[in-house]
């Protein structure tokens, strides 16, 4: 039977990472066949923590969409800059500018515009890698581009390969701080969930939290 084992914590700071990378290292020496997965992809470490010598396969992830607009065909009406929950469109000089950074892919200004002068294009949303530690055991982690979301997805993708590409081995994963989606898609189908925490109130109430969130998933 494969193990899943989720290291995690309501708060940030409180030891996670050092405790996953020390039991990664305990149970690769008595097991043998071990993955870790460094799934905070919003500020990975373990790369660092457990020196990873060697690369030995990238995933490219293009799960984000952005909007482009052809300034050719633009008239300047402004019907996608009313459009644009997120601010995302602006006029400048008569003619419609989008903010990568800000837009979400939802299409409205695609759908307004008379003339068809804004599509929706396919971007990197992140790149999951996977490398050899020092201690002998694969690590799989990943890196986000500036300004995308979607780590939930993220962090399936990184679990997805490690099943596919690591069968049969035991997987331990250091998640990332807080119950957001990271933290959701960590423990989603998991073992075992190891909580940590330090002996404050703030790191207490985030530790229940997080444990009813496992909870919540049958952990």
Same mark, same amino acid.
């Given at each position: ?9 309501? $708060?940030? &700071? ?8 020390s ?8 097991? &043998?066949? !071990?993955v870790?997965?460094?799934? %905070?992809? +919003?500020?990975?470490? !373990?790369h660092?923590?457990?020196? =990873?010598?060697?690369?030995? %396969?990238e ?6 969409? /952005? ?5 050719? $065909?633009? =008239? ?8 644009c929950?997120n $601010? ?40 999951? $890698?996977?490398g @050899? ?40 994963? %250091?998640?990332?701080?807080?119950i ?6 960590s423990?989603?189908?998991?073992? @075992?969930?190891?909580? /940590? ?5 703030t790191?207490?109430? +985030?530790?229940?939290?997080?444990h009813r @969130? ?6």
């Open positions: 039977m494969v193990l899943e084992v989720v290291v995690a914590s309501g $708060k940030g &700071g409180v030891g996670k990472s050092t405790i996953a990378s039991l990664a290292v305990i149970m690769g020496k008595e097991l &043998g066949n !071990l870790v997965i460094d799934a %905070d992809v +919003d500020a990975p470490n !373990l660092l923590i457990l020196n =990873v010598r060697e690369w030995v %396969d995933l490219v992830i293009r799960s984000a969409r /952005v909007a482009k607009v052809d300034v050719g $065909k633009c =008239v300047g009406c402004g019907l996608c800059v009313n459009a929950t $601010k995302a469109v602006k006029l400048v000089n008569g003619k419609c500018v989008i903010n990568q950074y800000l837009c979400e892919g939802c299409g409205a200004c695609v759908f307004v515009c008379p003339k068809k002068a804004i599509e929706l294009y396919d971007v990197i949303s992140g790149i999951v $890698k996977a @050899l530690t020092e201690f002998g055991f694969p690590l799989i982690t990943a890196s986000l581009p500036p300004g995308r979301a979607n780590t939930g997805k993220i962090v399936t993708e990184e679990r997805n390969l490690a099943r596919n590409r690591f069968k049969n081995f035991t997987i331990v994963t %250091d998640a990332a701080a807080g957001g989606c990271q933290v959701i898609a423990l989603v189908g998991a073992d @075992l969930a190891l909580l /940590v925490a330090e002996p404050t109130p790191s207490f109430n +985030d530790l229940k939290r997080i @969130l496992t909870k919540h998933f049958g952990i």
